[in-house]
């Protein structure tokens, strides 16, 4: 700098270098262990008395056939690597139109003691997978990825 | 002091008209040409907005990075090069803002329709949104702040505004979100089938060639106010040691 007196950059530098930082190591360690958003059947089942009084959602495929709709409400089981849950789905808006057998699905509600589990939210969520239906009509099933259980 | 030739008038208006034209082209291609989407029908279409216009509002915050880093390097050293960084900034800025604009309300739309919701709060979502609660409050800061170290400030904001970028583009990769996993270089049942990749290209060149075009423009047109403001401010000293006379 050619004036002396004024402020040093290299304090901004530091503090700057310091809080990216703690940005990447927060992102990074985050990155490891963060399973909030959604637990798997297997963490679910795994997680004990915490399962039961916490408000979660949960991961799974649909199972083919079991969905049975009334009006608004639907039952369904959920699949997760061997693993199945029962859901009672109970809420004011139908289930979206991509909820079909073998699509990937997540349950919002809380789990209860009879291993049900009761959801007021249902939300699909889509395979990155794009391709045209093929034409010796086998249903898109299989598109639907497999859930990133290791995560 | 730069003069618009008419040749790179005519070189503006030719690359307005390419950009015009390769939309055209890839909206054919993505509404009309390419195959439906199995899983998801016709509304999976919307891929062919959502994901480019995403990509670019994830670039454009780089060029604005850089222009800041720039102005910040040469504000004392070389200051009439700082103000031509400091005007790539702030129209890079700008057309994050409406890139970022449109990758959310698109990404609604299509969230609504496809997972039955209109947003939800995983880590995808909602660092997108700081990212464009970041660059909306980068160009309110330009626009209101009335110190003289505004340029500065926008700078370093924008320093720490590309945080999270990568942040951003990571978080389909570290977290578990609702969004999908990424679908180009992604896991094994991930990809887009070589029948659809015609309008993903051709949207994406289109809103490459657009945004270029946007921020182009914008940034000739802070550099005519920029240019303006120095006439004025040149003007007044003039005027000024004019009186004593």
Known sequence: MANVTQKSPIKFIVAAVIIVATIAYLSFTGGRDN???????????????????????????????????????????LLEQGRKLSVVYQGSEPPPDTFKDDAQALAVGTYSRDGVFHATQLQAKCASKYAPAPASATPATTAAATLPATK | MEQRTPTLRNVAWLWFGISIA??????RQAIFLVPTDAAQGNVGRIFYYHVPIAMLSLIFPYINFVASLFYLYWRRREPLKALTADAL????AEVTVVYSSICLLTGMLWARAVWGIWWTWDPRLTSMLLLWLLYVSYLMLR?????????????????????????????????????PAPVFGGGPDSGVDPSMLPAFYWNLAGWTVWGICIVVFRFALERRRQFAEQEAALQAIEASLEIPQ
Do not use: C
């Open chain 2, 89 to 92: 900034a702030l129209a890079t």
């Open chain 2, 143 to 179: 626009q209101f702040s009335s110190a003289g170290q505004t340029h500065t400030l926008a700078a370093v904001l924008s320093v720490f505004a590309a945080v999270d970028v990568p942040i951003v583009y990571m978080s389909i990769r570290w977290w578990r979100t609702q969004h």
């Open chain 2, 22 to 27: 390769v939309l055209a082209f890839g909206f």
């Open chain 1, 35 to 77: 399973k909030s958003y959604y637990v798997t059947i297997g963490e679910l089942q795994g997680m004990g008395n915490k399962a039961y009084t916490r408000h979660l959602r949960v991961a799974g495929n649909v199972a083919p056939g079991s969905i049975h709709r009334v009006g608004t409400n639907a039952t369904f089981d």
